[in-house]
């Protein structure tokens, strides 16, 4: 017999013996729990944001986008009043660019957190940040103290929405990111349309206070169900990173000068004396290098293409905020409206929001997308310069809820254009970094306008408005109208100037 020659099959034992398991049935068991687990990884890619495998990621993420557009609402319903019984009219603005402010430095630091730690952290924090900041808002004895807690919700709020955004790109499957988003967004039309409201009926019978003190309850529901399941799906470090890099130094410092330079304008421009030129040079120091070193070159300039889209979202955002963050108190105090019902002139807005958003995602619009941003900005404006018409006796109230909804509907299509286009226009690995700089121009433009128009409103009698409010009842209300119109016909035209950075968006 020679050594090719197969030996007699009891010479020795059989592999199977040595083994001590039958080599079917490991084969099989192995074979068994792979399909097993390919089954699972199908039927995961194939479910939907409500789907087994993301249920309650979405439920809670959702959740935690409809508590902030709640707030939003809410809060803007509840602030006259709130300004008006701390005697802090006069800082009026403040109160909304607080916000902005110190978000600002808070995104950059998010988006290096997560990248780095994971978003479970920045996400925990931010909602924690955001609930101190309402409470801290809400018992407030003075407006600086107010204005302290909106700091601090700004915070919180910065934290949350770029860490949001790191667990969509990790936890969601590519094909069904646009329907997450889409929820998002859809998460603001309720709130626009209940927020008000609710926040108007609370603030009438209880007081203002509970408005604040109250939304931190809901936060539980979301931080329970979203939590545990970012820990599983979304969290660590990314991919390629150890956890333990450093943060980039020099970007965490522009983002700080950003907040601090955008307070000290804002600081500048209430005070309206000789000192105030000491801050506000300091403001324009810390400024302009970080808006250089933290947006695309040329964006000052409405460069053609990334740079005009980023120009232009913030351009958008901050007339548009700016001149929506003063229709409550106009309302209030110079045509009587109740709280509840100066919030409801605003609230068809967010429905009409969401349409112009659905309308620009339309496949055979694209083609006609710069037209329509143009368009979009002319709508805006124009309902900016329609709402002051509301200081005529004559004029019906009814005229700003109108011309909202048609300045809201302007608004979806631009907002909405100028995130697809910055994703078109970035290479992948700059889309993190681009979105940020989106983020910022738009926090950043905020805070500018807010003090701009907070500055021209004071220097034109709108402090008068609180005593008027606590000395002579509604009789002198109405006696600061060119205070208003300070602030509404100059965001009218930043917005209109946005319509032309919106015709350079074209590279070609």
């Not at 600002?104 to 780095?116: C, E, I, T, Y």
């Amino acid at each position: 017999m020679t050594a090719l020659e197969p030996r007699d099959a009891d010479a020795s034992p059989s592999i199977e013996a040595l083994l001590g398991t039958p080599i079917g049935i490991t084969v099989a068991g192995e074979s068994e729990k792979q399909q097993e687990q390919q089954q699972q990884e199908q039927e995961a890619k194939s479910e939907g944001v409500l789907g087994r495998t993301h249920r309650a990621l979405s439920i809670g993420i959702v959740s935690v986008v409809l508590l902030i557009a709640f707030e939003a609402t809410a809060v803007g319903t509840a602030m006259p009043v709130a300004a008006r019984e701390l005697h802090g009219i006069p800082l009026y603005a403040f109160a909304f660019s607080a916000y902005f402010t110190t978000s600002l430095f808070a995104m950059v630091l998010s988006g290096q957190w997560a990248d780095r730690r994971g978003p479970l952290g920045p996400l925990a924090a931010g909602i924690s940040s955001f609930a101190a900041g309402l409470l801290l808002s809400g018992t407030a004895n003075s407006m600086w103290m107010f204005i302290a807690g909106r700091a601090v919700q700004g915070l919180g709020g910065g934290l949350v929405i770029v860490a949001l955004y790191v667990v969509i790109g990790r936890a969601y499957p590519e094909r069904i990111r646009p329907a997450i988003m889409a929820a998002f967004a859809a998460s603001w039309v309720i709130p626009s349309v209940v927020g008000p409201l609710a926040s108007g009926t609370v603030t009438e019978h209880l007081g203002w206070r509970w408005v604040f003190v109250g939304i931190p309850v809901l936060i539980v529901f979301p931080l329970a169900l979203a939590l545990p399941a970012i820990r599983r799906m979304a969290a660590g470090p990314a991919d390629g990173s150890t956890g333990a890099e450093p943060f980039d130094r020099r970007r965490i410092r522009l983002a700080l000068g950003i907040s601090v330079g955008a307070g000290l304008l804002q600081y500048a421009g209430q005070e309206l004396n000789w000192y105030a030129l000491l801050p506000a040079a300091a403001g324009v120091v810390l400024l302009v290098p970080a808006v250089r070193g933290l947006l695309p070159p040329g964006t000052v300039r409405a460069a053609r293409g990334l740079p005009a889209v980023v120009l232009l979202r913030g351009v958008a955002a901050g007339s548009f905020i700016a001149a929506e963050s003063f229709v409550p108190l106009m309302l209030v105090t110079q045509r009587g409206l109740s709280p509840t019902m100066a919030g409801l002139s605003l609230a068809v807005g967010g429905a009409t929001w969401a349409f112009g958003s659905y309308v620009q995602s339309r496949p055979r619009l694209e083609a006609h997308r710069e037209p329509l941003m143009v368009g979009g900005m002319v709508l805006v404006a124009l309902s900016i310069a329609a709402a002051p018409t509301v200081l005529i006796d004559g004029v019906p109230v009814w005229i700003v809820a109108v011309a909202w909804a048609f300045g809201c509907f302007g608004m979806g299509m631009v907002i909405a254009s100028t995130s697809v286009l910055l994703l078109k226009l970035s290479a992948p690995k700059e889309a993190g970094a681009n979105s940020a700089a989106l983020q910022i121009s738009d926090g950043l433009s905020n805070v500018l306008l807010l003090a701009g128009g907070g500055a021209a409103f004071a220097a034109l009698g709108g402090g008068a408005l609180g005593a008027a409010a606590h000395g002579a009842g509604t009789g002198g209300l109405g006696s600061h109208p060119g205070a208003f119109v300070a602030v509404f016909l100059p965001m009218a035209g930043v917005a209109l100037a946005g319509a032309w950075v919106a015709a350079r968006i074209r590279t070609g």
